[in-house]
């Protein structure tokens, strides 16, 4: 049976029975409620001096007040937890993976706990208000964001093999060695990023364009992947960008068989969006690529690698890939 809330009626029948200093009991029994809501409702809405009465239009007030303030906000008063979110917002932990290393970290405890939608409130308040927590998350937003559907019509790269070709054990994620590629774009002409991404472990690999010719794309993309094993290396795919002509270099020099998704269909690389989204944190839209160094590129990849994730039960790419490289993961 659902609870239902006090009336003003009932208040104000509390309200005499005190005066009459009848038992907890006795007032629930009166009212058909349990003499535990009788002692929450004094406790909660009761006066603030012990000496004073019980007074039910006050009490009526403050139980609406209470009712109108959401439920999240209250935990805001919990310091340790408070502390905990903030500070592993700083370390760019995000808010589902925080949500659920409190549950680890703090098992007995039912005040650490947070939903991951109440920590993108908390956030998405902070940043109201002024704050800099918005910062934190993967994609710098002060507020949710709302969806854009994709354009129409683009040229596609002659020769391409399309993803409706690939084998369906790749979609089901069922072995190590497929993967999925992309460019992250900087300022104009400053240069761009390309990452690929492993979709069972999320694994990431990355190099620096110095310009997107699909010569200077093919020769990093095969470097890259010159440090995974040949038995890692199985089908690659891509985006539908001209960068990506010389595919058939690309499969000649790394092994792997190369396919491409759908024009305007990025969830069909969603792997590597989601991935490219995160990459956005250390290198944000419009920003010169040119200042950017291998060092900080492989800073940068190296943090992801090791960032847990949920969909790898909060293990890291790092560990999963690690695994299947050493042959401990059937493939």
């Known amino acids: 049976m659902s609870y239902v809330q006090l009336t003003s009626e009932e208040r104000y029948v509390i309200y005499h029975l005190v005066l009459y200093r009848l038992s907890l009991r006795?007032?629930?029994?009166?009212?058909?409620r349990s003499h535990t809501t009788i002692g929450r409702e004094l406790k909660r809405n009761g006066p603030a001096i012990s000496s004073w009465v019980y007074w039910h239009q006050h009490a009526h007030a403050q139980a609406l007040k209470r009712r109108k303030q959401p439920r999240h906000y209250r935990r805001r008063d919990y310091a340790p937890l408070v502390r905990y979110v903030e500070r592993s917002l700083h370390a760019e932990w995000s808010p589902d993976v925080i949500a659920a290393k409190l549950k680890l970290d703090y098992p007995s405890d039912s005040k650490m706990r947070l939903s991951?939608?109440?920590?993108?409130?908390?956030?998405?308040?902070d940043a109201a208000r002024g704050g800099r927590l918005f910062n934190c998350l993967c994609r710098h937003h002060k507020k949710r964001r709302k969806q854009h559907r994709y354009g129409t019509g683009r040229g596609l790269i002659p020769g391409r093999v399309s993803i409706h070709l690939r084998p369906e054990l790749v979609a089901a994620r069922e072995r190590f060695g497929d993967w999925e590629g992309?460019?992250?774009?900087?300022?104009?002409?400053?240069?761009?990023?390309?990452?690929h991404v492993e979709r069972k472990s999320r694994y990431l690999i990355a190099g620096k364009l110095l310009n997107k010719t699909a010569?200077?794309?093919?020769r990093v993309v095969t470097t890259a992947f010159k440090r995974v094993p040949k038995t890692l290396r199985h089908t690659l795919t891509l985006d539908n960008g001209k960068e990506f002509a010389r595919f058939k270099d690309i499969e000649k020099d790394t092994g792997l068989t190369v396919y491409f998704a759908d024009a305007y269909s990025a969830w069909q690389r969603g792997t590597n969006e989601n991935t490219n989204g995160l990459l956005r944190k250390y290198f944000p839209k419009g920003m010169d690529f040119r200042t950017i160094t291998e060092e900080t590129l492989v800073l940068a990849v190296k943090k992801l690698n090791h960032r847990p994730r949920k969909c790898l039960g909060y293990r890291t790419p790092h560990e999963v890939f690690q695994e299947a490289k050493r042959g401990a993961v059937a493939m």
């Open 215 to 218: 010569a200077v794309t093919a």
């Open 182 to 195: 992309d460019t992250v774009e900087g300022a104009k002409g400053s240069g761009n990023i390309t990452t």
């Open 116 to 125: 991951t939608e109440t920590i993108y409130r908390w956030v998405y308040r």
């Open 26 to 32: 006795e007032i629930g029994r009166r009212l058909g």
